[in-house]
């Protein structure tokens, strides 16, 4: 088996920590949206349900635990989204096509470009997890030290394949692409409706039919499901809303995301083929 795509992802990994504005923006920027949009958020959503009667056996978790899970979604589909930026700047300075003009497969540069972008999404999902524990967020609240784990790992897994998605999408746009202006714009075009067409930062029951239909595919929504269902436990009230996920409702997120990531593997993969810099 060949293994060229290490240095591919060897490569993107010494970038992200020798860039230090890169790597500390990539850091702090989900901090600082837990700390001060977070806790503001949380505790006036808080207030206002104050007076709604709390469901009888059903444990209440505040915004703030509601949201974080959402926050690990939107960073990482940004970070995904705008990781494909690279192979834009490789490709104007020419270093692309020294790397496609070497022995190295094609399939090799894009699966070495997602592998690190996997490794950069779960350093900052850990980083959220970990942040969020102290400012009081109360992922895995009473949960078993095997129980934890077992989740941690379901989170990092469905985080995997959405980065990968994500990755494989932004690659293909980079490589098809001439000039970071027009990259930097159709990927703010597509993150903003994926964001706020989902169940990151708020409940869905109040959208309109049409756009609580877009969300129910929209691949945020599938993984803050699957977070939630990991982190929160499967049956929950936020806002004075009643949450119930099952298995099959993780298995249709575990689904749905892989068929993403395959869809647009396949994407991306037809587009380096095609390519000719």
């Known amino acids: 088996m060949n293994f060229e795509f290490r240095a591919i992802y060897w490569r993107d990994m010494l970038k992200f920590f020798r860039f230090k504005s890169m790597l500390i923006s990539s850091?702090?920027?989900?901090?600082m949206w837990l700390a001060f949009f977070g806790i503001a958020m949380s505790d006036s959503f808080?207030?206002?349900?104050?007076?709604?009667?709390?469901i009888e056996g059903v444990p209440n978790v505040d915004y703030l635990s509601y949201m974080g899970a959402g926050i690990i979604?939107?960073?990482?589909?940004?970070?995904?989204?705008?990781?494909g930026t690279s192979l834009m700047f490789d490709k104007k300075y020419s270093l692309l096509r020294e790397t496609l003009a070497s022995p190295v497969p094609r399939s090799h540069i894009i699966l070495g470009v997602g592998l690190s972008g996997v490794t950069k999404a779960f350093i900052q999902t850990a980083m959220i997890i970990g942040f969020g524990r102290l400012i009081g967020m109360d992922f895995f609240n009473g949960y078993t030290p095997t129980e934890t784990f077992i989740s941690i790992i379901g989170i990092f897994f469905l985080v995997g394949i959405f980065t990968l998605g994500f990755l494989f999408l932004s690659?293909?746009?980079a490589?098809?692409?001439?000039?970071?202006?027009?990259?930097?714009?159709?990927?703010?075009?597509l993150s903003m409706p994926?964001?706020?067409?989902?169940?990151?930062?708020?409940?869905?029951?109040?959208?309109?039919?049409?756009?609580?239909?877009?969300?129910?595919f929209n691949p945020l929504t599938l993984l803050s499901n699957g977070i939630r269902y990991f982190a929160l436990g499967d049956n929950f009230t936020v806002m004075g809303m009643h949450f119930i996920y099952t298995p099959a409702d993780l298995i249709m997120s575990f689904?749905?995301?892989?068929?993403?990531?395959?869809?647009?593997?396949?994407?991306s993969l037809w587009r380096f083929n095609k390519v000719d810099v």
């Not at 490589?175 to 075009?189: A, D, H, V």
């Not at 930062?201 to 756009?211: C, E, N, Q, T």
């Open 27 to 31: 850091l702090v920027q989900p901090v």
């Open 171 to 173: 690659g293909s746009i």
């Open 46 to 54: 808080d207030q206002l349900t104050s007076l709604v009667p709390p």
């Open 194 to 216: 994926l964001f706020f067409v989902s169940n990151a930062l708020y409940p869905i029951d109040g959208f309109p039919a049409f756009l609580r239909f877009l969300s129910m």
């Open 175 to 189: 490589i098809t692409l001439e000039n970071p202006e027009g990259m930097q714009s159709i990927l703010t075009l």
């Open 255 to 267: 689904l749905g995301l892989l068929l993403f990531a395959f869809a647009m593997l396949a994407t």
């Open 73 to 83: 979604a939107m960073d990482v589909l940004f970070s995904s989204l705008f990781g």
